[in-house]
């Protein structure tokens, strides 16, 4: 099964100088745990966590109501491609130590992967279930 028929599509972005309290509600009100960042003509430059927010900015006093979600966001996303299958997309996501893979289609965001899409997927053989087994293993940052 390829990511494209796993992935969510509904996307919820966030622009990289928005602040980091706008970012933290947009978190709570879709109730995700992660939003991709987007900076000039719309291309992915990274995520923002719950986490970022908690060590980054609280824990590092910044105050969230003028810290940029670029100050606090991990740069360089891993993504993965839209064709790609469900089990080169677990070893992405064990390899990388991350829940979630922005999708890309000719470089543009098309979809957000996550270890549950991965999870509820019925076609998940013994390789990609391996691979899924050590990401939620690690007990990841992200």
């Known amino acids: 099964m390829q990511?494209?028929?796993?992935?969510?599509?509904?996307?919820?972005?966030?622009d990289r100088e928005e602040t980091v309290a706008a970012a933290a509600r947009l978190l709570s009100r879709h109730n995700v745990g992660a939003l991709p960042v987007m900076g000039q003509g719309g291309r992915l430059v990274g995520m923002l966590t719950d986490r970022d927010?908690?060590?980054?900015c609280v824990a590092a006093n910044y105050d969230?109501?003028?810290?940029?979600?670029?100050?606090?966001?991990s740069a360089g996303a891993v993504t993965v491609p839209a064709e790609e299958?469900?089990?080169?997309?677990?070893?992405?996501?064990?390899k990388h130590q991350v829940r979630r893979l922005p999708v890309t289609e000719n470089g543009r965001l098309v979809g957000m992967?996550?270890?549950?899409?991965?999870?509820v997927c019925a076609d998940m053989d013994g390789e990609a279930a391996a691979a899924f087994r050590e990401?939620?293993?690690?007990?990841?940052?992200?």
């Open 3 to 14: 990511v494209k028929d796993m992935m969510s599509s509904h996307l919820i972005t966030v």
């Open 53 to 56: 927010i908690t060590v980054r």
């Open 64 to 73: 969230p109501n003028v810290t940029r979600v670029r100050t606090v966001m």
């Open 85 to 94: 299958n469900g089990v080169k997309a677990a070893k992405t996501m064990a």
């Open 113 to 119: 992967l996550s270890q549950g899409d991965l999870a």
């Open 135 to 142: 990401v939620f293993e690690a007990g990841t940052d992200d």
